[in-house]
């Protein structure tokens, strides 16, 4: 029985491990698309408005 418990939390350990890996590829992708395309257009960033405001600025990588 301890084997199993150990094996399930082993096998939900992993899983989280590769959704966070996946997610951050995810992220890395896009910017690497994002900085393409501004490279190719000659642009000096992405603008993104702001919903509280409705005025537009430069998005930040944290986004």
């Known amino acids: 029985m301890p084997q199993i418990v150990f094996l399930a939390v082993a096998v939900g350990g992993l899983w989280l491990l590769?959704?966070?890996f996946v997610r951050e590829a995810r992220k890395l992708s896009e910017k690497s698309r994002r900085t393409e395309?501004?490279?190719r257009?000659?642009?000096?960033?992405t603008l993104v408005k702001d919903p509280k405001t409705g005025e537009y600025r430069v998005k930040?990588?944290?986004?």
């Open 18 to 20: 590769y959704r966070r």
């Open 37 to 39: 395309s501004e490279r």
């Open 41 to 45: 257009t000659g642009a000096i960033g």
């Open 60 to 63: 930040r990588d944290d986004e």
